[in-house]
């Protein structure tokens, strides 16, 4: 008994340590954005984790992405500029006290490029407070690409997720 007591602390710790947790079939990968940019497409995700190791691996559509932290210099991309480069998959990101001031010429906090069939869901932790600034005439959160980019973005709170998960108003058009 005591073995297996020792043995599932273990694995907690190695999770922790990778920043990777995996519960009911859905991996939850936290990044540190004041360690580095995170960077999300339809075949991989990197980052940083808060002890700044690189968290890097294949992306699922299930994943949940959590961002916490604090910088001026790093950003949140998913997908990139370029039709090519687009994502077509689903992404759940979870901000949790994330605040980025970028200025100037830097570009900006946080940018999402995404074809029809994607849904990328930007959900702010309850209790939490969410600051996505940009300098130079940009906005904080960008949905960019043009016409090509015309996939859904959804920004929400948890509950708010929650509801629009449990039900078909999204399906309908009613978010």
Known sequence: MKRNLLQKYLILILLLITGTTSVWGQTEIT?????????????NYSGKNSNGETVSGDHNPANKYIITGTTAEYFIRVGDKGEANFVTGNFIIYLNGVNIKRGGKEGCACAVYNKAQSVVAIILKDGTRNILYSGYNRAGL??????????????????????????????????
Do not use: M, P, R
């Not at 690409?145 to 009613?174: F, M, P, R, V």
């Open 31 to 43: 990044f540190d954005i004041s360690k580095s940019s995170v960077l999300l497409t339809d075949t």
């Open 142 to 175: 960008e949905k960019g690409g043009g016409k090509d980019a015309n996939g859904t973005l959804l920004i929400t709170c948890e509950a708010g997720y929650t509801a629009w998960n449990s039900d078909d108003a999204h399906q309908k058009g009613h978010t």
